[in-house]
């Protein structure tokens, strides 16, 4: 099998929504020092459900999914991605990109008008900078202003 | 006496290094994939090697799903990974980890015993090949 036909299958998206929900409530337990009963007391769902999903088996319906992310103070935001861009970033091995967690690393790059106006605003915190962007930054909206 | 090497597993990209036992040119997780083939099985191997890569990626899997085999004797650690129906062994070596064997819930215990079996057989080839590099390089 490919790699590219795991990524297109259900199984492999379905574990991953799975794998993360047991996460996000195992997570909040054991840094809570609480047990299943206690959780699912917090939920007002049975021992049994609470289970289930500590067990990755998770398959309800999308109300429930959103009910449980808001009960641990996580909101569940859903990215609908192209899927050969990314398999495109997975072969590149930047499939972190797409993860919550995932913190992108800041350059100083000139990668479009964006990109320069967010390198800007980093430089902006470095005193030693400071004077240079404002400067570019001045120039910029002088030249965007122009007609 | 069968020849092992080692190949990286391509349907996972992980944040460690998972291979896969490969026994005279044959790749363990394409024997197997080859046997799963028409069965409703497919389905649940797939999940699997999701479980292995989201393990690989230094995450945590529930316990239903993953457990370190008891009973190690080589201190080399064991793991299976789990789904309703079928099992997949690997070991764990510096930075990364190897499947080994793969097999079904009704026969767990052959399995456990068959992928132990593989296990020894590989580390001991391993070892020759290494003792062998080492007289070879000594000038």
Redesign the interface.
């Given at each position: 099998?490919?790699?590219s036909e795991?990524l297109k299958?259900p199984?492999?998206w379905?574990?991953?929504i799975q794998?993360q929900l047991?996460?996000l409530i195992?997570n909040f337990r054991t840094k809570n020092k609480l047990t299943k009963t206690a959780i699912a007391k917090k939920l007002g769902v049975s021992k049994g459900y609470v289970t289930q999903v500590?067990?990755?088996?998770f398959d309800h319906k999308i109300s429930k999914l959103v009910e449980l992310s808001l009960a641990f103070d996580k909101v569940p935001i859903v990215h609908f991605v192209d899927a050969e861009k990314y398999i495109a970033d997975?072969?590149q091995?930047k499939?972190e990109i797409y993860r919550q967690e995932f913190k992108p690393v800041q350059h100083f790059t000139f990668n479009g008008m964006k990109g320069f106006e967010s390198s800007l605003n980093i430089a902006k915190l470095l005193p030693a900078t400071y004077q240079i962007a404002e400067r570019a930054e001045k120039s910029i909206s002088g030249f965007v202003q122009q007609p | 006496m069968a020849k092992f090497v080692t190949v990286r597993v391509e349907e996972i990209n992980a944040k460690e290094v998972v291979e896969q036992l490969v026994i005279d040119d044959k790749k363990q997780l394409d024997v197997f994939q080859e046997a799963l083939k028409g069965t409703t099985y497919l389905s649940e191997y797939k999940t699997i090697l999701k479980y292995i890569e989201y393990l690989a990626d230094g995450n945590t899997l529930p316990e239903a799903k993953f457990r370190h085999l008891k009973g190690v004797t080589d201190g080399i650690t064991e793991y299976e990974f789990k789904s309703k129906h079928l099992r997949i062994y690997a070991i764990q070596f510096p930075l990364k980890k190897i499947v080994i064997f793969l097999g079904y819930k009704n026969t767990q215990d052959k399995d456990i015993a068959e992928f132990r079996s593989l296990k020894a057989e590989f580390i001991a080839q391993k070892k020759q090949d290494n003792e062998k590099k080492r007289t070879t390089q000594k000038p």
């Open positions: 099998m490919k790699r795991l299958s199984e492999y379905m574990a991953e794998l047991f996460s195992e500590l067990n990755g088996d997975d072969a091995g499939k | -």
